[in-house]
């Protein structure tokens, strides 16, 4: 209605305007033409449906017009109902000069909107009155009221329906404490199947290749977990929680490996290896990358193999999450000198062969 309104008014002031040059017989020849065709739809349609746009410009139209006058027009509807309409227009206009006079509440400032979401947003277990006693805090003088219906205006729900640890939020919040370990296997020319174990720090994503054997017993995996302990132990890394899944190849010996240095074991669920995501991830990247384009001769070059790719996925290969950085490897800072910029010269370096490139300045 607020866009058909002015366009009924306009189109009536460019009517009105083409009326002005004709002549009064042409003038009565065309009111009796629209007066017949009138009246022949009137005779097909026994109650036309009329929008509250035309409503509304109806009744500015007649509500000059003498109610007498009013009832010798050949209107689509009754001299009463147009009456009315004109009545319902001005209680309207009334009604809004009325509301626009009250003296109400001034709105918030979008400052303060944006601060209160921020809040709720960066810690899901505060509710209203939480986030209103931090506004507080700031100097920041707002209704407990108001905070409440701006969470409620944005759709966030309270607190104790929000406050809820999801597994990737455990992930996030963890991570710089998180190892996921996992087997995989590679298939050598002579139909050999051999296990390789591997280890993934979530918050660097740095990836260390722990061994591999075709026969993984018991006592392997557990002299596995005590010389990646030794590592760990090392560098100075702190370890709070390893991810595992239920594979028979973790014997209690393993596990007991790692709790001793207070090392928490997390089991993943029964076929949920998203619980293991980054993990899985990663061998995903080296079947792609790596196996997938290597003919694996015996478990020795299997071993030469995934050394290389792990150098060069610690060491030069760019991660997403990490800002196109490498575990071990800082982002470079942007060139902006436009003299470096005209002429690169960038050298490529080859692992394995050609399957790996590495890509630098030269020097």
Not at 121 to 143: C, M, Q
Request: some cysteine; glycine content about 4%; overall charge positive.
């Amino acid at each position: 209605m607020l866009l058909r309104l002015p366009y009924l008014a306009v189109s009536s002031v460019f009517a009105f305007i083409r009326l002005l040059p004709m002549s009064d017989a042409d003038k009565d020849t065309e009111i009796l033409t629209l007066r017949h065709q009138l009246a022949v739809l009137q005779r097909q349609i026994d109650r036309p449906r009329v929008p509250p746009a035309d409503r509304a410009l109806l009744a500015a139209l007649l509500h000059r017009v003498p109610r007498p006058k009013l009832r010798q027009l050949q209107l689509i509807v009754a001299p009463e109902t147009v009456l009315r309409w004109h009545r319902d227009l001005m209680r309207r206009r009334h009604a809004d000069l009325a509301r626009r006079k009250q003296a109400g509440r001034p709105p918030t400032r979008r400052a303060i909107q944006a601060l209160v979401l921020r809040l709720a947003r960066e810690n899901s277990s505060w509710g209203y009155r939480r986030i209103h006693g931090e506004l507080a805090v700031l100097g920041i003088k707002v209704a407990p009221s108001t905070v409440w219906e701006i969470l409620r205006a944005h759709g966030i729900e309270p607190a104790p329906e929000r406050d809820r640890q999801t597994w990737a939020a455990f992930l996030r919040g963890q991570a710089h404490a998180i190892l996921a370990c996992d087997f995989f296997t590679a298939t050598t020319l002579n139909g050999a199947t051999v296990y390789v174990f591997a280890v993934i720090e979530h918050a660097d994503r740095r990836i260390r290749i722990l061994g591999a054997t075709a026969h993984p017993t018991a006592a392997w995996v557990t002299q596995a977990a005590r010389n990646l302990m030794m590592d760990l132990q090392d560098v100075g890394a702190t370890v709070a929680y390893l991810i595992r899944d239920r594979d028979s190849k973790y014997t209690r010996a393993f596990d007991a490996v790692f709790e001793a240095e207070g090392v928490e074991i997390v089991t993943t669920g029964i076929r949920v290896p998203r619980m293991n995501s980054i993990m899985e991830r990663w061998v995903q990247t080296c079947r792609h990358e790596l196996l997938d384009r290597t003919l694996i001769w015996n478990q020795a070059h299997l071993l030469h193999a995934l050394n290389e790719f792990e150098a060069y996925y610690n060491g030069h290969r760019p991660h997403r999450t990490l800002h196109s950085a490498a575990p071990l490897r800082p982002a470079p800072e942007p060139i902006t000198a436009p003299d470096r910029l005209h002429y690169l010269d960038v050298r490529r370096r080859d692992r394995l062969g050609g399957i790996l490139h590495e890509y630098a300045h030269a020097a």
